[in-house]
C-alpha cells in the first residue's frame, strides 16, 4: 500500500469537517424541532407555570405541578421574622402565600428564564404595596429576585429564592412611593 500524500491528508481533513459539519447541523436541526432541547423546554414550562399560579394565587395548580419531597428556601430572608425562610413541603409555602395576600397586594413578573436540565432560573421582578392596617400600609414596593426551581419527571420539587430585601428595606424606610 502506497504512503499517504498530503493530497489524501487533505481529503481526509476534508471528510472529517464534513462530517463534524453533518454532526452540528442535524443538532441544531434536532434541536429547533424540540428533540434535543425539549426536556429543557418542557421543565421551563413547568417552572414557568408553577410559578405563575404561586404568584397569582392558583393553589390548586401550585399543588398539582409540585412534586413529591418538595422543598423551599429563601436564604436571603435569614434574620427577618415575618418571611418564610424554609418549608419542607407545598402546603406549608401555600399557606404562608395565602396568608401573606391578605396584608400585601403584588404582582411578580417573570423578565427573563433559563432552563439547564432539570434547573430553572427565573428573574422576576417584584413590585407591590403594603394594603390594610398594618404599619406601613400603602407604601410601595419594586425590587428584583432570583427563583431556582428543580424540576423532576414534569413536577416542581424544590424552590430557592434569592430576594433583594435591602432594596425593600429601603423603600420600607422613609424611600418608598406614597
Given amino acids: ?21 453533518a454532526v452540528c447541523g442535524a443538532c441544531f436541526l434536532l434541536a429547533m424541532s424540540g428533540g434535543a432541547s425539549e426536556p429543557h423546554h418542557d421543565n421551563l414550562d413547568v417552572g414557568r407555570s408553577y410559578f405563575e399560579a404561586l404568584s397569582g394565587g392558583d393553589w390548586d395548580r401550585v399543588r398539582a405541578l409540585a412534586g413529591p419531597g418538595f422543598d423551599f428556601s429563601d436564604p436571603t430572608a435569614a434574620g427577618r421574622e415575618t418571611v418564610l ?5 407545598i402546603e406549608t409555602l401555600v399557606g404562608y402565600m395565602q396568608a401573606g395576600r391578605e396584608a400585601v397586594e403584588a404582582e411578580a413578573v417573570i423578565e427573563r428564564a433559563f432552563a439547564s436540565g432539570s434547573l430553572v432560573t427565573l428573574i422576576v421582578h417584584y413590585r407591590g404595596r ?12 419594586d425590587a428584583y429576585g432570583v427563583a431556582i426551581l428543580t424540576v423532576t419527571d414534569g413536577k416542581v420539587t424544590a424552590h430557592v429564592d434569592y430576594i433583594d430585601y435591602e432594596t425593600i428595606d429601603r423603600q420600607f424606610g422613609g424611600l418608598a412611593v406614597e
Avoid: E, I, N, Q
Fill in 1 to 21: 500500500m502506497p504512503a499517504p500524500t498530503a493530497v489524501d491528508h487533505g481529503k481526509r481533513v476534508a471528510v472529517r469537517r464534513t462530517l463534524a459539519l
Fill in 85 to 89: 425562610t424554609s418549608a419542607s413541603d
Fill in 130 to 141: 403594603l394594603r390594610g392596617d398594618t404599619p406601613g400600609a400603602g407604601r410601595s414596593f
